[in-house]
């Protein structure tokens, strides 16, 4: 059974109706399939089997304590960007010794607390981050075990915004300067290099970039090992697509068929860090349509999911399907195909009540007539959802709710004013009067 499915018109989250959910939590309301979360750990899990992989689930797309500590639970390590990150992996039972650091600008404080921590290994991106590195870890009496990223220059053929694995992008270095600078960890006895780390963007969605840049990391793992490094982990990042829309994103055994076979010819372990394919189609976002409003030739679904729940649209142009939770009759679940005419609806622009033309989850989207009050289903919103949520507006952010069968429960509850105002209201002058 898919985790989000129709069923006599309503629509469930494995089997508890999203609507009752809605009524008793409020919305707008972030929701996820335990189910879901871990047949997709489980899918990278199985096909990378051969390799030993160490999967690291990448904690920026989804960072809820419950989610980590469900995915630690069975089998997930981490990949974390901040020493924030690294603490709620901690806070959530996921082992340190089973993280790896990634980020372009690491603070020493950071670095010391993720050697403390004994991280697997820092995936590195500059030159100065490696001097940075070898001080922190040499004023520590420790030797800090790291990656190097390398950018293979592929285009990972996605927004241009989420694409890093090129030469322009900040990320990572360049692959011809790699071997050079990889000469130069040998003089930094505070390092030692025992991976190289890869990440070539977001959202892939053909498996041709990953095999163009595996093969360009074998031959640098051959060279970085006649330089002496015991290279062991070989770091292919995360970045595999999911359907947004429909069937677009490959599966992950085909991204598997063309890896597997070339990292298996160095004998390193794999390292993945997948974030969007976990968590991405393993949640949604329900909110509740406030008023209609219809201005020209447009109709607008004004309704209290806003950018601040969910700013993808506004950030990167992303599209979220949009559906009713409760279809009316007549109508299908969630149409294979938003680009066909689909009769008895008519488009809309689905839209929040932030004060930014900016804010919109859809665009002339062919939606039933929808009401006041009427729930509408905004789906794969599981990654890069709710981490990036703010309280712009003054807006409490979102609850969210973990289900597993028939239970529901809160992982995350809904913000208060309090909690809003609270590192001000101290420092407010007496009121006059
Ligand atoms: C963002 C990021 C990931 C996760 O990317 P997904 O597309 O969500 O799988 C993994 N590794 C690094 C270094 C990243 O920056």
Redesign the pocket.
Known sequence: MEPFHYQDHQLYCESVPVARLAETYGTPLYIYSRAALLEQLQAIQHAFAALKPLVCF?V??NSNLSLLQLLAEHGSAF?V?SSGELHRVQTAGGDPGKTVF?GVGKTDAEIKAAIEAGVLMF?VESEAELEAINQVALSMGRVAPIALRVNPDVDPKTHRYIS?GKKQSKFGMDIERAERVARHVQALPGLEMIGLHM?IG??ITTVEPYAGAVAKGVDLISRFRAQGHPIAWFNM????GIAYRGPEAKAISDFAKVIVPQVESTGCRLVL?????IAGNSGLLVSRVIFTKTSGEKTFLIQDAAMNDLIRPALYESFHKVWPVSVPAGLPAPPADFEAEIPGTAPCDVVGPVCESGDFLAKDRPLPPLHRGDLLAIFSAG?YGMVMASNYNTRPRAAEILVEGDQARVVRRRETLDDLLGPEQEFLKPHAG
């Open positions: 990448s920026k797309a990949d960007v990634a995936n890093t990440h977001s959202q990042g995360g970045g595999f860090e997948p974030g969007r394919v990654a």
